[in-house]
């Protein structure tokens, strides 16, 4: 045995005495100190684990700084407060209050019992980089963790907390010290604080997934093309991450593309700080920052830090997986059947402008594509952002070389109500994490059919580097099938070609035009 091997084995049958309940507690010993975790049902939950110092006071806007140690026995039964954020809209990736910039912590789940390092899979959550957390009941990691896995979850700096840059501020790093891309600092510090501890779970750091949904699949994105997160992951799952999307320089305007900085000079002149000094926005209440949201897909909170060298990401996805520049590890990618339904290529938003650089001439090829206006309508918002950048980017990986699994999600409970013909945004999340009863919807036979299956691939793809097995419906894997995926559909799993295909190609046209 390993000596990380004998640290888990022994750190996990370490415990004591709750005197307030008579039970018997596990107990691990991380970096900074003893935790108290609770057991129920064979699995080990240790919650609200600092990853990071508070970044409060003289620490907003700088990169995560290491976590302090305490002393004695830190209980770790409960989650933290969630980061600031505008109200959820009854999303419930968001867990519950209080919200406060103390917020850097991230939850473990882990059987309670092994032999030796079982595989180990940090969630990223999702919420336009603008709300989520960790410590959503809809992201319990007990029911993965059965499968003989370690789950993380993370909490991460979210809108101008997490993203945000001013000239003060730029001029405060003096070039040496991170601008801008805060949040995603907090992620990739989260996946050195599991490199270093998750051992004493049971975990192995040297068999590490990120997954992550929406904007939590965006950033496992960036991570794949963000050189200070290399080796600190071992595979990736990305669920409906876009994939097209253009970041924001820090400080270079690009046209019609105000930089970071001159977005956050702008916001801070609308609270009437023009000019004003670092020490001056650090003062102004978290609170304040929430309103107007920073938009998304509009280049508020992509971020692009490290074009000038430094910084954590240095180009926009795509460019960099077409240069084959992405971390040579599996990947799983896939989208859901009815993304953004609700959403028209007419709305006035950043969604609804993707397709204004269209020609004549491929607008009337896309009309026939999809029989009509109300076809086009329906789908192309969300084949233009999610559909073809998934099988684009799973064409790209696999060209690489490297294992890729394309997926598409297209079960939907009877008990829905929304009327989307087919899977929404972000729907999947409960069935990956084969927690239904955290769904706003009754829970039907096939319904958990659906969770089991894919909550097995999850968890063998963690494993092994390759979702296949176990007796599951073969996943055919890109390099050797390409134009093929696994659809997850209400009458269980089943392999096939990628739907609309005629479709993604003149999207794929298009795109390769106006790049």
Not at 394 to 399: F, I, P, S
Not at 472 to 494: H, K, S, T
């Amino acid at each position: 045995m390993s000596f990380a091997s004998l640290v888990a084995a022994v750190s996990l049958h370490m415990a004591t005495a709750d005197p307030s309940s008579g039970d018997v507690n596990p107990v691990v010993r991380v970096e900074q100190g003893a935790l108290v975790g609770r057991v129920e049902a064979g699995i080990a939950a240790y919650k609200a684990i600092p990853y990071a110092a508070p970044p409060v006071g003289t620490l907003r806007w700088r990169e995560p700084q290491p976590a302090a140690a305490w002393t004695g026995m830190r209980d770790a039964s409960s989650v933290g407060p969630i980061c600031i954020q505008p109200p959820s809209g009854g999303d419930p990736g968001v867990g519950p209050l209080p919200m406060s910039e103390d917020c850097l912590t991230l939850n473990v789940w882990a059987p309670a019992a092994v032999e030796a390092p079982v595989p180990v899979m940090v969630w990223i959550h999702g919420g336009g980089l603008n709300n989520g957390s960790g410590t959503a009941a809809l992201y319990d990691g007990a029911n993965l963790a059965r499968r003989d896995v370690v789950v993380v979850t993370v909490n991460y700096r979210l809108g101008r907390l997490g993203f945000f840059a001013h000239p003060a501020l730029t001029a405060e790093a003096g070039g040496e010290a991170l601008v801008g891309n805060y949040g995603l600092a907090d992620i990739v510090a989260s996946l050195e604080w599991v490199r270093g501890n998750i051992a004493a779970f049971g975990g192995d750091p040297d068999n590490v997934t990120v997954f992550g949904e929406s904007a939590g699949g965006a950033a496992v994105l960036r991570l794949m093309i963000a050189e200070p997160a290399r080796g600190l992951f071992h595979r990736a799952v990305v669920q409906s991450g876009l994939g097209r999307e253009q970041g924001t320089l820090t400080s270079r305007d690009q046209p019609g593309r105000p930089s970071l900085e001159t977005r956050g000079e702008a916001f801070a002149a609308s609270l009437g700080l023009a000019d004003a000094t670092a020490d001056q926005l650090r003062a102004v209440p978290a609170e304040a920052f929430l309103t107007p949201a920073p938009s998304f897909y509009g280049g508020d909170l992509l971020v692009i830090d490290g074009a000038d060298g430094g910084g954590l990401v240095d180009g926009d996805v795509e460019p960099a997986f077409a240069a084959g520049l992405q971390a040579p590890v599996p990947l799983i990618i896939g989208t859901n059947s009815a993304e953004f339904w609700w959403m028209k290529p007419s709305d006035l938003s950043p969604y609804g402008e993707i397709d204004d650089a269209l020609t004549p001439g491929e607008r009337a090829a896309l009309l026939n594509a999809y029989g009509g206006e109300d076809g086009y309508n329906a789908h192309v918002v969300s084949d233009l952002a999610f559909n073809e950048p998934a099988r684009h980017l799973a064409r790209l990986h696999a060209r690489a070389g490297h294992p890729t699994w394309l997926y598409r999600f297209d079960v939907v409970s009877a008990a829905m109500p929304e009327p989307h013909g087919g899977a929404t945004h972000a729907s999947e999340r409960p069935y990956v994490f084969d927690n239904l009863s955290a769904s706003s919807w009754a829970v039907e036979g096939r319904d958990q059919r659906a969770a089991t299956a894919m909550a097995d691939y999850w968890t063998g793809f963690a494993a092994t580097g390759d979702p296949n097995g176990g007796g599951r419906p073969a996943w055919p894997e890109y390099r050797a099938m390409p134009g093929q995926l696994l659809m997850f559909g209400n009458d269980g799993p089943a392999a096939g070609p990628v739907p609309f295909a005629d479709r993604l190609d003149l999207i794929e046209a298009f795109y390769a035009r106006i790049r």
